[in-house]
């Protein structure tokens, strides 16, 4: 199957900072999904994004699918940003939208 | 917005009782996903649903079923509740080639 790695494993920063976390994955996808945990352990999805770039607020993310990888950007951070940061990936058809998860980012802002 | 519905917040069972967990979710999305997340094994698909009474194994089937009679209900059925079943569920929905959206999860512990 598809393997999935996300670095750092754990990040912890200053309220304010910029950071940048990677996601690199070891065959060609048509599905890249990024998902915020937060501390209660409800999953958000942040970015449905298979190639390309998208931006929400301070958050953006760009996937260069020829060369296997992702990042996520988040600018200005703020304490509601912590927790664990995961990257899904897959290739998808008619019946079979299977998500393979790296092991997660864990975030933590820091006042 | 995508709602998805689980059952149970918290849930404690016995060793060999047959458990349901149940999941609703209000969008008419034709995928849905059972998940268990444990700490440093991240998140692994059960089973997953692309239709009403379709279903496909996931990575971790062994020891679980489930049921889609309805479109809008996906159930995990565990058999016969072992300790080693103890983990956090977490059901989600999509359409195809489209984010997936997850429920607040279920934390299961089999005593």
């Known amino acids: 199957g598809i393997q999935v790695e996300q670095s750092p494993p754990d990040l912890i920063l200053q309220e304010g900072a910029n950071s940048t976390l990677r996601c690199n994955f070891s065959?060609?996808?048509?599905?890249l999904q990024w998902f915020h945990q937060n501390p209660w352990g409800q999953l958000i999805n942040l970015f449905y994004?298979?190639?390309g770039t998208k931006q929400n607020g301070r958050l953006s993310a760009t996937t260069v699918a020829t060369e296997r990888y992702s990042l996520l950007y988040i600018s200005s951070s703020q304490t509601t940003d912590s927790g664990v940061y995961f990257c899904a990936v897959g290739r998808s058809n008619f019946g079979n939208e299977k998500l393979t998860f790296g092991t997660g980012t864990r975030l933590t802002i820091i006042p | 917005d995508v709602k998805v519905t689980q059952s149970s917040r918290y849930l404690v069972k016995r060793t060999g009782e047959k458990v349901f967990l149940e999941c609703v979710q209000d969008m008419d999305h034709e995928n849905m996903f059972w998940y268990r997340q444990d700490p440093g094994l991240g998140l692994r698909l059960i089973y997953f649903s692309y239709d009403v009474k379709m279903k496909e194994k996931g990575d971790i089937p062994e020891g679980y079923s489930v049921s889609r009679e309805k479109k809008e209900r996906f159930s995990l059925i565990l058999e016969s509740a072992s300790t080693n079943q103890t983990s956090m569920y977490l059901c989600a929905s999509s359409l195809s080639l489209s984010p997936q959206h997850f429920g607040d999860g279920t934390r299961l512990s089999i005593l």
């Open positions: 994004i298979p190639s």
């Open positions: 065959d060609s996808v048509n599905n």
